[in-house]
């Protein structure tokens, strides 16, 4: 790779390659250096892969307004794919930026009409304590595909922290309903419900089977 350099030094494809190899490599700072590089060199549409690689780099290395910064630079060269937006909001995120990730993220979303996103915006909502916002997430999700047992997982948790253990209940027992009652977590999160509500033997019944599904081997897929 580097013979090549030497012989083509300005060629940035070269660079777009070694920069590949350090990140699979998860050697962080020498692939932002040949990713630099190539943006050195290069021009136009072809060179967003190098913007994003560069900005996954930083973000592993927790410099997240850098890595905005490049997700920036991406988004000038092309806006119309939902996954740019995706990966910039996350950063936002990790940089503590709520109210740029969850514009980021409806924006992916709409561009994608993914419900997935719904799971990412009620997060950014939680955190931002915003509850009643972030359940209304999961119910539209609900709507769409009423077997989608971690959305019913997601807003029994959140009626959980919010207090309101009845529906909790109601939302885990969907969630293990969709999820074939295989989910040790979900009967954990039920009975700390039954718990609250003072429903003591219902609570020792989920914690069983929790442990029950603990203790059960894993079946490797064929």
Known sequence: MHRAATINPTNPEIYAEEANIYATQKQ???????????????????????????????????????????????????SVK????????????QD???????????????????????FHTARVLQKQGKMEDAVSEMTAIIKVNPEEDEAWNKRGNLYFSMGKYKEAVKDFTEALATNFGS?????????????????????????RKAEELQKKPTVSPI
């Open 28 to 78: 962080h700072q020498k692939a932002i250096v040949a990713a630099s590089t190539s943006l050195k060199y290069g021009k136009g549409n072809s060179q967003k892969h190098m913007f994003h690689l560069r900005s996954m780099m930083y973000s592993a290395m927790g410099q997240y307004k850098k890595a905005i910064e490049d997700m920036n630079s991406y988004l000038q060269i092309d």
């Open 96 to 118: 503590g930026q709520l109210d740029k990730a969850l514009a980021d993220y409806r924006t992916a979303m709409q561009k994608s009409n993914n419900y997935e996103y719904r």
């Open 183 to 207: 989910n040790e977590t979900i009967y954990r999160s039920r009975g700390r419900a039954y718990e609250k509500l003072g429903q003591k033997d219902l609570a020792q019944k989920d914690f």
């Open 82 to 93: 939902h996954r740019p937006f995706s990966w910039r909001a996350t950063a936002y995120e």
